[in-house]
């Protein structure tokens, strides 16, 4: 049972280049997310879906896209690289939100945007 | 108003003390409660849940949660060194599809 897989674990990225952050549950959780950790700033969400098809803005999506085709599946779609989003981005999956069972985290992607 | 806030730390203490880890909230909706442990370069992982007011024991660990003071607490006994780690509360309504909603974390060392 591999939880959530995110790849890749380290990139860095130029100014203006674009690139997917790809994730991936086993687990058949219906909602997953994508966070990004500064230092010392905590987890803020960036976009969350709650099923295959459903995809909506959380507190920091600006510079960001998802699409959640399948169950499994919530990349996360970088255009055009800022310095301003050079961070740790985490995706998490849970069943109906997470009240009961909390989240399950992927180990994260180091962004450096230079 | 944050939600919910979260004592800023960092905490550093010797090997074998207690640690008290706190967070406050404001939204009286919140019913379900969470601390989650993250170390150095990975990913959170759950460490305690409880719902509603009371306590909740699991090994060195207690999660207490006080809803008349909006007010939670982790507090680890005979802290190791492998307890070195950020502490994250989360928290979140009784409503179905309710999404957790995150302190900024502690970070917390002990000093062999």
């Known amino acids: 049972n591999a939880g959530v897989t995110q790849t890749p674990k380290f990139r860095i990225l130029k100014i203006g280049q674009s690139m997917t952050l790809q994730c991936a549950q086993d687990m058949n959780h219906n909602y997953m997310y994508w966070y990004r950790q500064d230092p010392g700033m905590g987890l803020k969400l960036i976009y969350y879906?709650?099923?295959?098809?459903?995809?909506d803005k959380g507190e920091v999506p600006n510079g960001y896209n998802v699409s959640r085709s399948t169950t499994e599946d919530f990349p996360l779609r970088l255009e055009l690289a800022a310095p301003s989003q050079t961070s740790v981005y985490f995706c998490?999956?849970?069943?109906?939100?997470?009240?009961?069972?909390?989240?399950?985290f992927g180990s994260g992607t180091r962004l450096t945007v230079v | 108003q944050k939600e919910v806030e979260q004592d800023p730390g960092p905490l550093s203490v010797p090997e074998g003390a207690i640690v008290s880890l706190n967070c406050t909230y404001s939204?009286?909706?919140?019913?379900?409660f969470m601390w989650y442990r993250q170390y150095s370069r990975k990913g959170p992982e759950l460490l305690m849940y409880t719902y509603s007011s009371g306590n909740k024991e699991d090994g060195r660990f207690t999660a207490q949660v006080d809803k008349s003071s909006k007010y939670i607490s982790l507090f680890i006994r005979d802290s190791q060194p492998s307890d070195s780690a950020t502490y994250l509360c989360a928290m979140s309504e009784e409503t179905s599809g309710s999404r957790l909603t995150f302190g900024e974390g502690t970070q917390l060392t002990v000093n062999p």
């Open positions: 998490a999956s849970s069943y109906f939100g997470g009240r009961n069972y909390g989240y399950t």
């Open positions: 939204n009286s909706a919140f019913q379900y």
């Open positions: 879906s709650v099923g295959a098809g459903i995809t």
